[in-house]
């Protein structure tokens, strides 16, 4: 069965910090473009980070940029999302998707997304 699985969601204050782990079952993501969404109550699904299959080149929405570090270990098939300094504003559910293509296409063409990790931050 393809799986994709998120991991590492959780309740933590203002500044804290957090790592997702986003790793797929029964295929290799080794071809794939990898992105990191999330999606507040209320609010549209957004593109967060993605990073590129060849050249690992990264990409971050702008209010993420210096916060946010997504990074990809091919022999693990696991791609992690480290973020720091969260703000209450970044509370959401982080998913993860996969694509052939490449970092560019639109949020909702990517082919393969996972379950969803909650992230809440509070004090």
């Known amino acids: 069965q393809l799986q994709l699985v998120e991991s590492g969601g959780g309740l933590v204050q203002p500044g804290g910090s957090l790592r997702l782990s986003c790793t797929a079952s029964g295929f290799t993501l080794k071809p794939y473009v990898i992105g990191w969404f999330r999606q507040a109550p209320g609010k549209e699904r957004e593109g967060v980070s993605c990073?590129?299959?060849?050249?690992?080149?990264?990409h971050y929405v702008d209010s993420v940029k210096g916060r946010f570090t997504i990074s990809r270990d091919n022999e693990k098939n696991t791609v992690y999302l480290q973020i720091n300094s969260l703000k209450p504003e970044d509370t959401a559910i982080y998913y993860c998707?996969?694509?052939?293509?490449?970092?560019?296409?639109?949020?909702?063409?990517?082919?393969?997304w996972g379950q969803g990790t909650q992230v809440t931050v509070s004090s």
């Open positions: 998707a996969t694509d052939l293509r490449d970092c560019g296409i639109p949020t909702t063409n990517f082919a393969s």
């Open positions: 990073i590129e299959r060849d050249d690992g080149r990264a």
